[in-house]
């Protein structure tokens, strides 16, 4: 059971480099989510797609763009990288609409440095 | 200011302590409050969700939130070496509303256990 799987892990980028990371889920989820993680920040929200065919901006979109390519996949693209993106980059996945659903899937990261 | 406030920590208990998590919010429209677990170098899982004002307990852990004072809290009893992760609070808005599906997260509790 993969659950939410992110390529690559870990990469390491030069300044003004693009690259796109890679998200895939198997758990039938419409939405679906990209987040960075930086020491004393939480997980903030880069955008996410409620649904397919459907992205949205969340708190810190500047420099990231997205494509939600399918229902299963969900990618995030960096076009020209800047060392402030070095971070630890999260795409996660939730199911249906309904109050009680809450529980939002984490892929394991991937580990990006710009020099 | 950020809409949710979570005290970093570190925090360094023995083990069988008593473990008090907490977090405070502004945003009066957060329905659903969430506490997640993450391990080191790995995605963050959902360990207790809560709708409204209340408390709700799962074995060695209890979730409260109080609405009226926009506070929440995760208490861990008989804590284990096993516990020592970094906490995130979450919330979310009401699930009509246009933000559905979005997790706004504290700074994360980086919590460690000793023998």
């Known amino acids: 059971n993969a659950g939410v799987t992110q390529t690559p892990k870990f990469q390491v980028l030069k300044t003004g480099q693009s690259m796109t990371l890679q998200c895939a889920q198997d758990m039938n989820h419409n939405s679906m989510y990209w987040y960075r993680q930086d020491p004393g920040m939480g997980l903030r929200l880069i955008y996410y797609s409620a649904s397919e065919g459907t992205t949205d901006k969340g708190e810190v979109p500047n420099g990231y763009n997205v494509s939600r390519l399918n229902k299963r996949e969900f990618s995030l693209r960096l076009e020209s990288a800047a060392p402030s993106q070095t971070s630890v980059y999260f795409c996660a996945s939730s199911g249906s609409r309904g109050p009680g659903n809450t529980e939002a899937f984490f892929g394991q990261g991937t580990r990006l440095t710009v020099v | 200011q950020k809409e949710v406030e979570q005290d970093p920590g570190p925090l360094s208990v023995p083990e069988g302590a008593i473990v008090s998590l907490n977090c405070t919010y502004s945003?009066?429209?957060?329905?659903?409050f969430m506490w997640y677990r993450q391990y080191s170098r790995k995605g963050p899982e959902l360990l207790m969700y809560?709708?409204?004002?209340g408390n709700k307990e799962d074995g060695r852990f209890t979730a409260q939130v109080d609405k009226s004072s926009k506070y929440i809290s995760l208490f861990i009893r008989d804590s284990q070496p096993s516990d020592s992760a970094t906490y995130l609070c979450?919330?979310?808005?009401?699930?009509?509303?246009?933000?559905?599906?979005?997790?706004?997260f504290g700074q994360g509790t980086i919590l460690t256990v000793h023998p």
């Open positions: 979450a919330m979310k808005e009401n699930a009509g509303g246009t933000s559905y599906g979005k997790l706004t």
């Open positions: 809560t709708y409204s004002s």
């Open positions: 945003n009066s429209a957060f329905q659903y």
